[in-house]
């Protein structure tokens, strides 16, 4: 299995904060996202929560399911309520600068996994979404032999896969034979349905075997639809890829479906990494860099050793 360690950060980060280990103890965090029912947003949030409470600290976590104003409203809520800490998950916070401009007058550290850096807030973790988007790309490219069609989902609201979609755009200039012939802008929460339906009328209006070779989905769950689409169809020679190494776009891979690729991010690490770094900066201390790097990795047909007809 190919791994792409995009920063050195991971090891720097752990090796960095251990002597601020539990020195925060006792401190209030309010956790924060319009994401919850994605699953790479909650496997981020349940990991931080674990961290924290080795830390000994009180977490307070708050979804406003896909809905930003809401969103920025519980953000002055928690800024109101002056906690030790906030934490965004899955947020650019330019979306909410005047609520994370506030938090930082008030004095409240603001750190943000899977997000972007901000002039306001003390730290990001995250991948390297621009490397996702090309390693992807490159693979989901080289299964169609740089030549054909392609379908694009994607979600430009979220930093992330907006440096993705970059990536995208950049390898399409350089593969002229690559024509995008679709694309849908994913609506959250119900990212799976949504995708799937869209998937069906882009298949009904191109109906001819070639007309479509390949899917790419800003994240696995657009693929996930995409693909429940393609397979209710029966339609044959359409590959699918995504990005984050969501659990069931792996089964789809093992089950040679037309999914056939997507580039794990590492959450976990994400949320453990975040972590470590605010123990040290509610200890008194400055996180190392103002964004950090999570390592991910590439998996496929191959990589599982998964052998299709």
């Known amino acids: 299995m190919t791994k792409f360690v995009t920063s050195l950060a991971l090891s720097a980060a752990f090796a960095l904060t251990a002597a601020g280990t539990a020195q925060a103890a006792g401190e209030k965090i309010s956790v924060l996202t319009p994401y919850l029912s994605a699953i790479a947003?909650?496997?981020?949030?349940?990991?931080?929560?674990?961290?924290?409470?080795?830390?000994?600290?009180?977490?307070?976590?708050?979804?406003?399911?896909g809905d930003m104003g809401a969103f920025a409203s519980r953000l002055e809520d928690a800024t109101t309520k002056a906690p030790n800490a906030i934490v965004l998950v899955s947020v650019d916070p330019a979306q909410i600068q005047d609520q994370v401009d506030k938090a930082k007058a008030a004095g409240i550290p603001v750190v943000t996994i899977d997000g972007a850096k901000?002039?306001?807030?003390?730290?990001?973790?995250?991948?390297?979404?621009?490397?996702?988007?090309?390693?992807?790309?490159?693979?989901?490219?080289d299964a169609i032999g740089n030549k054909g069609n392609i379908v694009r989902f994607f979600y430009s609201a979220h930093p992330g896969v907006h440096a993705r979609e970059l990536a995208l755009d950049e390898a399409l200039k350089a593969n002229p034979d690559v024509k995008q012939v679709a694309d849908h802008y994913v609506q959250v929460p119900g990212q799976i349905d949504d995708s799937r339906a869209a998937m069906d009328a882009i298949l009904l209006a191109n109906?001819?075997?070639?007309?479509?070779?390949?899917?790419?989905?800003?994240w696995d769950e657009p693929g996930i639809g995409a693909n429940l689409a393609i397979e209710a169809a029966g339609r044959k020679g359409i590959v699918v890829a995504g990005i984050d190494g969501n659990p069931e776009a792996i089964e789809l891979i093992k089950k040679c479906s037309a999914y056939i690729g997507t580039v794990r991010q590492g959450f976990t690490q994400m949320a453990d990494i975040a972590a470590e770094q605010l123990n040290t900066i509610l200890a008194g201390g400055k996180p190392e860099k103002d964004e950090l790097y999570a390592p991910v990795e590439l998996i496929t047909r191959d990589s599982l050793g998964v052998k299709c007809e």
């Open 41 to 65: 947003t909650a496997e981020m949030i349940d990991s931080f929560k674990a961290q924290a409470e080795k830390f000994q600290w009180t977490v307070d976590v708050v979804d406003t399911a």
């Open 118 to 141: 901000n002039a306001s807030t003390v730290l990001n973790v995250t991948s390297d979404n621009f490397v996702l988007g090309q390693t992807m790309t490159k693979f989901l490219f």
């Open 207 to 218: 109906p001819a075997d070639g007309a479509i070779n390949a899917v790419w989905a800003g």
